[in-house]
């Protein structure tokens, strides 16, 4: 019997839709529906027109007592997407795991970190946000958290990697009472992208450099791109006491954070010791995803692959790749889950632009850097974040 496949929906005019426009999603049959740039600036206007006729008091703390409620909800909860789709904390990890490859450990640590990020009573305006997220974690949706807490109104646009998570959260708000005027969800093709920022008031993008740079200059538009996070080992450290402090920040959240570390900057004559010693760690990281530090399968076709080649095509010569398992495995029936396996480069130089420094992808990698003060200073000038070790023994 052929598996029924499951549409999910986009939340427009207070409403689920579907849409002739639709997009097929990886894993179990499903697939996403589309908001073309012509259908949400109706959409634009019709806000403009009913939404305000209705009623505007809506108090920060009530926003803040009803986020909460959401939270607790998206997080154990049991909500419904669309007319029909019952969705309740089992399927929602399910549904993380078969399209996105995150394994449930992951989705409850990210759904706490959520729950820390509720933001507090502010003075809302009359602002239309947009949130368009990214597909390498949900944690991100701490960005509609505060959209939702100060705007009249925020319109989510989900990756097309995993939108679930931001069905989820906007089903969660609908269940405790957020007024659906006030809320979107508008899945949408790249292209369409610079529409919903023209159409928008207020706009928060995620993304890597390539759509970091397409989007810039509207004047209310805020751009999180590529971290480029970075470790400052001091002089003299314990490549073991290294090691136990910087392999967290490499392997943590299956490697997807913006925040983490990409490039470990290391003194000279302690660069080699400590590289083997983190590339032992990596390679020691099993694939289970109930492990201490769970790693994440790529479910798009070639996905690890082109992720796994594009560490190695950026070696120059001389650089090493220090980590001894292959680039990618195939695990469990059917070889279904496919991973980008950790990740570790000696590098040569401490040019602060070697392609390498700072590069970011889907799972746990980092180029250890060999360099002095001034080159580990030019390295931590081109890092969003900057780690250093903590004080004391590690």
């Given at each position: 019997?052929?598996?029924r496949?499951?549409t ?6 207070a ?114 946000s ?28 989900p ?12 089903a ?10 006030r809320?979107?969800l ?35 538009l805020?751009?999180?791109g ?5 470790a ?71 996905e ?11 070696l ?11 680039p ?41 850097v ?25």
């Open positions: 019997m052929t598996a496949t499951v999910l929906p986009a939340f427009r005019r409403a689920w839709h579907a849409s002739a426009d639709t997009l097929r999603l990886p894993g179990p049959p499903a697939e996403l529906a589309l908001v073309p740039e012509v259908v949400a600036a109706a959409d634009r206007r019709w806000w403009e027109a009913e939404a305000f006729a209705r009623d505007a008091q809506f108090r920060p703390a009530d926003r803040r007592k009803l986020l909460a409620e959401a939270l607790d909800l998206f997080a154990d909860g049991t909500v419904t997407i669309g007319d029909s789709l019952v969705q309740g904390p089992t399927e929602f990890r399910a549904a993380m795991w078969a399209t996105a490859g995150v394994p449930a450990a992951l989705v409850d640590r990210w759904c706490t970190l959520l729950r820390e990020a509720l933001p507090e009573a502010g003075v809302p305006d009359g602002a239309l947009l949130v368009s997220l990214p597909g390498n974690t949900f944690s991100c949706l701490e960005s509609v958290l505060s959209e939702a807490a100060r705007s009249a109104a925020v319109w989510v646009r990756s097309r990697r995993e939108p679930w998570s931001a069905a989820r959260l906007v969660a708000l609908l269940a405790v009472g957020w007024p659906a005027w809320l979107g508008y899945p949408s093709q790249r292209r369409t992208l610079r529409g919903l920022i023209r159409l928008t008031d207020r706009q928060i993008v995620y993304g890597g450099r390539g759509l970091a740079a397409s989007v810039r200059g509207a004047p209310h805020t751009v999180h590529p971290g480029r996070g970075c400052l080992v001091p002089p003299g450290t314990v490549p073991s006491e290294a090691v136990a402090w910087l392999l967290p920040l490499v392997a943590g959240d299956g490697g997807r954070f913006c925040t983490n570390v990409r490039t470990v900057v290391c003194p000279g004559p302690g660069a080699d010791a400590l590289a083997t010693t983190l590339a032992e760690a990596l390679d020691a990281l099993p694939t289970d995803p109930a492990a201490p530090w769970p790693l994440t399968a790529c479910r798009a076709p070639g690890a692959e082109r992720a796994a080649w594009g560490v190695r095509e950026r120059r010569p001389g650089d090493r790749l220090l980590t001894r398992r292959p990618t495995t195939r695990t469990g029936a059917g070889d279904v889950d496919v991973y980008a396996l950790p990740a570790l480069a000696l590098l040569v130089s401490d040019d602060p632009g070697h392609p390498l420094v700072g590069h970011e992808v889907p799972f746990p990698f980092a180029a250890v060999p360099t002095s003060p001034a080159g580990a200073e030019a390295i931590a000038t081109g890092s969003l974040f900057v780690h250093r070790p903590p004080e004391g023994p590690a």
